[in-house]
């Protein structure tokens, strides 16, 4: 009833910090998978584990985004989309908040990353260009 208690630490006030990294299944990040458990709670065939530790999916990309940068310090700075901020993002193939919105977050953990731009340059691209 107590497996990674999410949601009973930010109803007590945590600000909450993910990490791409954790948990260490693979030797991949995996963020999406994670995020997706995050929002189900639920590994693909399997029981919800603590189900009433459920997070919404606006909560965990905080916990990756403007929470991180918080922790560091740096919310001015990083974080967030924002005009004087570091214009660092992803492009992604689907919408996740809509995959979670609309009832199909079970999809989220399948999510590719098209694009990375860090200081505002692209240093990734997943896709042919």
Do not use: C
């Amino acid at each position: 009833k107590t497996t990674y208690p999410t949601k009973t630490a930010k109803e007590a006030g945590a600000i909450l910090v993910a990490g791409s990294d954790a948990p260490v299944l693979t030797k991949d990040p995996q963020p999406f998978v994670n995020m997706e458990f995050g929002v189900t709670r639920a590994r693909h065939g399997l029981r919800p584990m603590s189900p009433q530790q459920r997070l919404d999916i606006r909560d965990l990309i905080d916990a990756y985004t403007i929470n991180g940068a918080r922790a560091l310090g740096r919310a001015s700075e990083i974080g967030s989309i924002e005009i004087g901020k570091s214009a660092d993002f992803i492009v992604l193939d689907q919408n996740i908040l809509a995959l979670a919105d609309q009832g199909h977050a079970e999809k989220i953990g399948a999510t590719k990353v098209l694009a990375t731009w860090f200081i505002g340059k692209k240093v990734y691209s997943g896709q042919q260009e």
